[in-house]
């Protein structure tokens, strides 16, 4: 059974940290590389995160780099993303997805098989 379910989302201050959480099915999360997206109102879908199936490899957007940490833990089929020093400009539904990709293409989305709903997190100024 394919499943993504992302948790953690909510309502903090400019400047805050959250965590989000990604759980997923042992059959989605094998093997696959794991992303983060995001989407705010009126905008495309963007990447914001990526890490590779045994976690060596990290990707992130240039806009969070230095403030988002993506993290997985294989034995618990959980992928996180830990959002520092966050911006109103991050609020956005943030989705997580899985898919046997690699490389550079790891940040585009339609290489992609599994998403998740997503969980809205809203940052205030």
């Known amino acids: 059974q394919v499943r993504l379910e992302e948790s953690g989302g909510g309502l903090v201050q400019a400047g805050d940290s959250l965590r989000v959480s990604c759980a997923a099915s042992?059959?989605?999360?094998?093997?696959?590389?794991m992303g983060w997206f995001r989407q705010a109102p009126g905008k495309e879908r963007e990447f914001v995160a990526a890490i590779t199936w045994t976690g060596g490899s990290a990707y992130y957007a240039g806009s969070v780099k230095g403030r988002f940490t993506i993290s997985r833990d294989n034995a618990k089929n959980t992928v996180y993303l830990q959002m520092n020093s966050l911006k109103p400009e991050d609020t956005a539904v943030y989705f997580c997805?899985?898919?046997?990709?690699?490389?550079?293409?790891?940040?585009?989305?339609?290489?992609?098989?599994?998403w998740g709903q997503g969980t809205q997190v809203t940052v205030s100024s």
């Open positions: 042992e059959r989605t999360f094998r093997r696959n590389a």
């Open positions: 997805a899985a898919g046997l990709v690699g490389g550079t293409v790891i940040t585009r989305s339609e290489n992609y098989d599994y």
